[in-house]
């Protein structure tokens, strides 16, 4: 029994279990609020989940651990600060959309009630043929690299970021908030979302709890949660949607392909469509996946910001239990759960146990001692 | 014959356009040639060693060594020991060395199991083993140094009593190696002034007519990496050398002639570790500052970036690759920031296009060679069918 | 001492017999070779030649399953060797039907790989012989010489990848000879990639050698070749020694019966040709001229499936120019050695290798290259590369069965078509225990993954797949290969009751003559990428083998003599 579980989770992921396990248990001891942690950690979970969300496609499809997730992110990038760019605009279309079409729930005081959440479908909705176009040339390029794809991809995205770079510098964007006051132009490192859609989903339907149990006289549980509900329910909508996805005919050839190309080819699926089909949803669920990572963080990270976000999603899915080859939904929850976990759990705990911050450290080692471990795993032949 | 012309361009696109740029940016630049030939060789000095140490994995046909970034660390713990023991000039770098070789020689052969347990995709793996270590590396350096490796000297700790600091200044050993022999080269009308200034200290001096301003050249330094090019050089000639060619192009005809195919991939890993060890130490005692938790990194990247604008592939890389791409890599590096900033009126621009310039370069041989590898396979076999036509 | 030497001989084996997995492949195998000897080994594929080898030179493969029955003596001293390195070492040296050669390498670099001459140097005896340089010239002389000794010319410096195939066969016996100590060389097909002046050179080279007292075992399947060249015949066949005869005894007539034949033969164990509305000359209608009388007949029936000039990339399976015709309901059979292109002619015609030539299904012209094309003329195939190209190893029985028609055709899905369809797991997995049951598929049930099950229980969800495309053609490569008696029965008795059941058109390729001829109605034998020629199952075991051995020529000649 405990062998077989031993077996099929596998000892990093035990361990791991096991350390983040230990951690909540020290957290009361050494006054770290149990309670916070749960809720940083459920929080910073709905964050980063549709980034690792991404990498699903691409494993099923045979194309590997995504390190080209940056690609998507710039897309995701180019919709976000395209939609603060145009704001005024797009909301001036719509409404002149409403006069003509006669849509009479489309009001000035529709727009400006729902503003912010306007920006943030925007934004996405932008991003996504970014996403896409960069998504399906990404894809033809890994086609005709087969076998490097994971090697080639890490540098196509450290390339295509620090292209952007310059991009960014000067591109013609002329709204103030998002432009460097002195020179004028180019847009500066971080841009804040605050008054667009920051906390947009953090704070729908948010389940907001805050009290004080007084358990004895000396001994008071401060418990003060606030659940990201509508965080949650968007990352389950995307996870339905691949989950639903990988379940239809496309679906299906997808895994194939990935499973086992010359199966599906003999079986009349053209492969490498499959293949690019995957890179292009991954890029786009990596675009939309920054995106939702903005409103809970506040900021738009532009230049050298997602030059290493494809690591800890990479290192989440594998701690959840995938492969190099095989991914699900599961693997997914439980591995950014654990991931997330220990990034909050560990500087809190250790800071209040040796009074320092090794948190850096232990994220090194946890996330690319996984990918390590996938990478010289026995793949059978 | 187009296919030809094709192979052609595709080995030689890359230093083509890095020469192209740099025709381009040097002109816009406004240095002016003294002023780029010091440079030049100051940094050819620095890294060349470092590049160098890249060649053997190759040539045993594990591809770039991402990895490489383990001996640099090895080489950096040596130096901060030597700052902390305050062994200075050169005997400083031996110790250094010597600290650092068995660091580096137990890291190779950790690095070489795992990469024959990642066969055919030893590269994704030395690179993220690279990241993996640097987690052990800060682990050692930001918390073990100090409480467990005792480190008395206060100038290299942190605060707070334990871990090194960010910077750490090498000036025990700075450019110790680069003038151990001085070397001057002048013209003809600046001699008088030159030896005017430095009345004090001997040079070698070398007088060219046609000549203007002073240039310094690093002799001792560009004697110890002659010495590895003919290591290099003979290596290739040994029967080692020979297996590891063999085993580079098939593992299983090597094994089946007994081989020990994978003892000698972990053998190539080692040496590279190694003279990754000493490559670092060299580079650091030009530098004269150890930033320590970047330094290794940028040290990897750059070698490899340098090598493949020589020219240089996955499985192929000569000395030459070596040269000519530390020595267009550099040019770009100098020019880059300045004829950003006299085009389009900001450094930045160049500081970013220069980076980009180094991933993007890797990322083109990366893809070039897999391309070119798949479509030789596509090649052979149809020549394969065409011959049993016949 | 003396005495000695003159009694014992260089190798003798002695009851050497090998099992593996409960599967018997070598059975009481007893021979020996004297200095000098050249012996000839005749073997169908699956024999159990390869084994024989195997087990002479310590493969792992050997140790790893068990090891061996037997004792095998050199110079009468009893060894046991448990890797090819010791075999080497004691003097046998094997040249195998793939190169091993390093492509990058020049002649002499090959031929010395891991032997080659060093300069003695300080370095060397401080930190070992790695560390020494190579004796460039030295190394030359030696390759030299040995190239000389085979009688070829070729460039000591030429490198290998550029060098024409039979050129890399010499470079391969050249390594062999270079051995000092070679005493026994085994020769796997050595002449089958050269060409007639080319084979020439190398038996006059091998019979020098033989003189210097070099014992030569030669694997060859041309007969007349093994015949002229060979001292001694050793056949195998089903792992046993069927005859260990001086070659000049044996007629070549005699060998092919031998090597393919049984003893018993019952007339009414072969299928017979299917009646068809052909003449005669059905047999070989690849020979008949398109405009001949018989050709006119021919439109009145389209025949199923109709091959002209087919030639298929595969890789050593290459098919140069293959036509043949293949009746609605005909069990049509394709044999041969391996290596001859039998199997790239399933996999030429199901798009998944690079052919060309025309193929026309029921009369239509089926476009070449694309597997979609074949399967959506209801021709469904199964590979004989089962875990390679057949079998989702990681995925559960049900997709594994029911993958194919739910991409071809569309079954097993929920929703409305082209717009959003999901797969309907309780169809996949009901379809999936129908078959589960029918073919007796051994598995804990649908979800299990194929990689977990058995060899038989895999190539019947093979089969399964195969069937659940209800096709009207279906191309089986080797269906047999590697499967247990029991199974290997139930698989064919599938098959030949599909047939009788559906009336669907079978094509089984495959290296077991017995098999073909026990469930076809007519045998194609492949030979050298081409039909040798096409025969009734109940033609003489022989015929068969004339055929296989490239002696149809020689076959002609004979019956009209007769």
Same mark, same amino acid.
């Given at each position: ?48 989940? &549709? ?109 295509? &970021? ?169 693997? &997914? ?49 | ?102 660091? @580096? ?142 085993? @580079? ?89 300045? @004829? ?51 | ?55 002479? *030179?310590? #493969? ?20 046991? *060797? ?63 010489? !040995? ?99 001086? !070659? ?22 072969? !299928? ?41 990339? #595969? ?14 309901? %005909? ?52 590979? %004989? ?42 169809? #996949? ?37 195969? *069937? ?18 029991? !199974? ?75």
């Amino acid at each position: 029994m405990i062998k077989n579980f031993i077996a099929k989770a596998g000892w990093p992921r035990i361990i791991i279990g096991l350390f983040l396990l230990a951690l909540f248990i020290t957290a009361p001891f050494v006054g770290v609020n149990f309670f916070t942690s749960l809720n940083n950690t459920i929080v910073r979970f709905g964050m980063n989940s &549709v980034l690792v969300l991404a990498m699903i496609p691409m494993i099923q499809a045979g194309c590997g651990l995504n390190f080209g997730l940056p690609l998507g992110i710039i897309a995701g990038l180019l919709g976000a600060t395209l939609s603060i760019e145009f704001n005024e605009k797009i909301l001036e279309l719509l409404l002149q959309c409403a006069t003509q079409y006669k849509i009479s729930w489309l009001t000035e005081e529709f727009l400006t009630l729902h503003r912010e959440a306007i920006g943030f479908a925007s934004a996405i909705i932008i991003a996504i043929p970014f996403a896409a176009v960069l998504g399906w040339l990404y894809g033809k390029l890994l086609n005709r690299v087969k076998g490097d794809e994971m090697m080639i991809a890490t540098y196509v995205g450290f390339s295509s &970021v620090s292209f952007m770079c310059i991009a960014w510098l000067l591109l013609p964007y002329k709204h103030p908030t998002m432009i460097w006051g002195y020179a004028g132009h180019g847009l500066r490192t971080t841009i804040s979302v605050d008054g667009y859609w920051l906390h947009i989903l953090n704070d729908w339907l948010a389940i907001n709890f805050k009290e004080d149990i007084v358990l004895s006289d000396s001994l008071t549980l401060n418990v003060n949660l606030s659940i990201p509900t509508g965080m949650l329910i968007f990352f389950a909508a995307m996870a339905l949607f691949v989950w639903l996805f990988m379940r239809t005919k496309t679906g299906t050839a997808m895994t194939a392909a990935g499973s086992n190309p010359e199966f599906a080819r003999a079986s009349g699926v053209n492969v490498d469509k499959m293949r690019t089909i995957s890179v292009v949803m991954s890029t786009i669920l990596g675009a939309v996946g920054i995106i939702v990572y903005q409103q809970s963080f506040g900021f738009i990270q532009l230049y050298m910001g997602p030059f290493y976000m494809a690591l800890p999603a990479v290192a989440s899915i594998l701690l959840g239990g995938a492969s190099v080859n095989k991914a699900t939904i599961l693997n &997914v929850i439980v591995g950014t759960f654990l991931f997330q976990g220990i990034l909050t759990m560990t500087p809190s705990v250790f800071n209040s146990l040796f009074q320092t911050d090794m948190s850096e450290v232990i994220r090194l080692i946890v996330s690319n001692g996984m990918i390590l471990y996938a990478l010289t795993r026995k793949v059978r032949a | 014959m187009i296919r030809k012309f094709f192979d052609i361009v595709a080995a030689n696109a890359v230093p083509a356009v890095f020469i192209i740029i740099s025709a381009f940016a040097i002109p816009l630049s406004g240095f002016s040639t003294g002023y780029l030939i010091q440079e030049l060789l100051t940094r050819i000095g620095r890294n060349a060693f470092l590049i160098l140490s890249l060649l053997i994995p190759i040539m045993a046909g594990m591809g770039l060594n991402f990895g490489m970034v383990l001996g640099a660390m090895a080489g950096q713990i040596g130096l901060l020991l030597i700052c902390d023991w305050k062994i200075a000039g050169i005997p400083g770098m031996l110790s250094a060395c010597l600290i650092g070789t068995p660091i @580096a020689i137990i890291l190779g052969i950790f690095c070489g199991h795992i990469l024959n347990r990642a066969k055919g995709r030893e590269m994704v793996t030395s690179y993220i083993l690279g990241f993996f270590m640097n987690g052990i590396y800060q682990l050692v350096v930001l918390y073990l140094m100090g409480p467990v490796i005792p480190i008395t000297n206060p100038s290299l700790l942190l605060s707070r009593g334990y871990g090194v600091r960010n910077a750490v200044s090498l000036s025990g050993i700075r450019a110790q190696l680069d003038n151990l022999i001085p070397t001057v080269i002048t013209g003809t009308e600046g001699t008088q002034q030159f030896l005017n200034i430095n009345a004090d200290s001997s040079f070698f001096l070398i007088q060219l007519p046609f000549f203007e301003g002073t240039i310094k050249i690093p002799l001792a330094t560009f004697i110890v990496i002659a010495l590895f090019c003919v290591f290099i050089i003979w290596f290739r000639k040994t029967k080692l050398g020979q297996d590891m060619r063999a085993v @580079a192009q098939s593992q299983s005809v090597a094994d089946s002639a007994g081989i020990a195919v994978n003892r000698t991939r972990i053998i190539a890993i080692v040496i590279s570790t190694v003279l990754a060890c000493y490559g670092q130490i060299i580079y650091l005692q030009n530098m004269g500052t150890l930033n320590t938790y970047n330094s290794h990194d940028q040290a990897g990247m750059f070698s490899i970036a340098a090598l493949l604008i020589g020219g240089a592939s996955v499985s192929h890389a000569s000395i030459a690759n070596v040269f000519v791409g530390v020595i267009l890599f550099h040019l770009m590096f100098i020019v880059a920031p300045m @004829a950003g900033k006299n085009l389009i009126g900001e450094a930045q621009i160049g500081e970013y296009f220069r980076v980009f310039v180094s991933y993007g370069v890797i990322a083109l041989a990366l893809v070039l060679h897999a391309w070119k590898r798949n479509r030789e396979q596509e090649a052979n076999r149809r020549t394969l069918r065409e011959a049993l036509k016949k | 001492m003396s005495e000695n030497v003159i009694n014992t001989s260089l190798l003798r084996l002695e009851h050497i017999g090998k099992e593996f997995y409960g599967n018997r492949v070598l059975n009481d195998i007893s021979f020996s070779i004297e200095a000098g000897e050249i012996l000839g080994l005749i073997g169908e594929n699956g024999a159990g030649k390869s084994t024989l080898l195997n087990i002479l *030179f310590g #493969m792992p493969v050997i140790n790893s399953t068990g090891g061996h029955e037997g004792r095998i003596y050199i110079d009468g001293q009893p060894v046991n *060797f448990t890797s090819p390195q010791q075999a080497l070492a004691a003097g046998i040296g094997m040249v195998h039907q793939e190169f091993s050669l390093i492509p990058g390498f020049t002649a002499t670099e090959n031929i010395l790989l891991n032997r080659e001459v060093l300069n003695g140097s300080l370095l060397r005896y401080l930190f070992g012989k790695r560390l020494a340089t190579l004796d460039r010239e030295a190394m030359r002389q030696r390759a030299m010489k !040995a190239i000389n000794t085979l009688g070829v010319h070729i460039s000591t410096d030429m490198v290998v990848s550029e060098m024409p195939v039979g050129y890399k066969q010499f470079i391969e016996i050249a390594r062999e000879i270079d051995r000092k100590h070679t005493r026994l060389l085994f020769l796997d097909e050595p002449t089958a990639v050269l060409t007639e002046t080319e084979a020439e050179i190398l038996i006059t080279a091998l019979k020098k050698l033989a003189r210097e007292g070099i014992a030569i075992v030669f694997i060859s399947h041309r007969l007349e070749e093994i015949k002229a060249f060979c001292n001694r015949i050793i056949i195998l066949r089903d792992g046993n020694l069927i005859t260990d005869q001086p !070659a000049n005894e044996l007629s070549t007539k005699r060998i092919a019966s031998l090597m393919v034949g049984r003893n018993n033969e019952q007339k009414d164990f072969y !299928a017979e040709p299917i009646k068809l509305d052909k003449s005669e000359d059905k047999d070989e209608p690849d020979t008949s001229a398109p405009d001949s009388p018989d050709a006119k007949k021919k439109k009145k029936k389209k025949p199923a499936l109709k091959v002209e000039n087919l030639w298929v990339d #595969m890789p050593g399976e290459t098919v140069l120019d293959v036509s043949f015709e293949v009746m609605r309901g %005909e069990i049509f059979g394709i044999g041969g050695l391996a290596g001859q292109g039998k199997l790239g002619i399933p996999n030429g015609i199901m798009g998944l290798y690079p052919a060309g030539g025309k193929v026309r299904v029921f009369g239509k012209k089926l476009h070449l290259n694309k597997p979609r094309n074949a399967l959506n003329r209801e021709m469904a195939f199964v590979s %004989e590369d089962r875990r390679g190209v057949g079998l989702l190893l990681d995925e559960p029985l049900d997709w594994n069965i029911t993958f194919t028609a739910m991409q071809m055709q569309g079954k097993f899905l929920l929703g409305i078509p082209h717009i959003f369809q999901i797969r309907n797991e309780i169809a #996949m997995a009901s379809e999936a225990r129908k078959y589960i049951k029918a073919l007796d598929i051994k598995c804990t049930g649908p979800s299990q993954k194929a990689g977990e099950l058995s060899g038989g229980n895999q190539q019947k969800v093979c089969l399964a797949r195969a *069937f659940a495309l209800e096709p009207n053609i279906l191309l089986i490569c080797e269906p047999t290969r590697g499967i247990d008696i029991g !199974a290997k029965n139930l698989v064919l008795d599938t098959l030949r009751q599909y047939n009788k059941e559906h009336n669907t058109t079978i094509i089984i390729t495959s290296s077991e003559l017995e098999e073909l001829r026990s469930i076809c109605n007519r045998v194609a034998i492949v030979g050298g990428g081409k039909i040798a020629g096409v025969l009734p199952a109940s033609a003489p075991a022989e015929d068969f083998g004339l055929l296989m051995m490239g002696q149809m020529r020689q076959q002609e000649n004979e019956n009209e003599e007769a």
